[in-house]
Nanobody, 122 residues
């Protein structure tokens, strides 16, 4: 099983980044996929989640309207489009997978990627 994130980097405030997470080794279509992030000295927090059918996404309240999660079942990949980035969005971003039902608890996820660093700074 592998979840491989990519697309992180350094961006100025107000800029955009698109993260990708390529999945392999499990039946992607049966899994709920989520993005989490962890800033230095802080707990890991849920950013967004999408069901196996791709029909429902959940976003942390403060991120709604700036971040958009999507999934491409043909490519076994999920994406996180991040716009209007702020310095407080700086963190390592992880994707994670679990079978239904949905849970926001990170401990209840089966698979994790290695993370990709996002730094928002001038």
């Amino acid at each position: 099983v592998q979840l491989v994130e990519s697309g992180g980097g350094l961006v100025q405030p107000g800029g955009s980044l698109r993260l990708s997470c390529a999945a392999s080794g499990f039946t992607f279509s049966r899994y709920i996929m989520s993005w989490y992030r962890q800033a230095p000295g802080k707990e890991r927090e849920l950013v967004a989640a999408i069901t196996s059918a791709g029909g429902i996404t959940n976003y942390a309240g403060s991120l709604k309207g700036r971040f958009t999660m999507s999934r491409d079942s043909a490519k076994n990949t999920v994406y996180l489009q991040m716009d209007s980035l702020k310095p407080e969005d700086t963190a390592v971003y992880y994707c994670a997978a679990r079978r239904a039902p949905y849970s926001p608890r990170s401990l209840e996820y089966d698979y994790w990627g290695q993370g990709t660093q996002v730094t928002v700074s001038t």
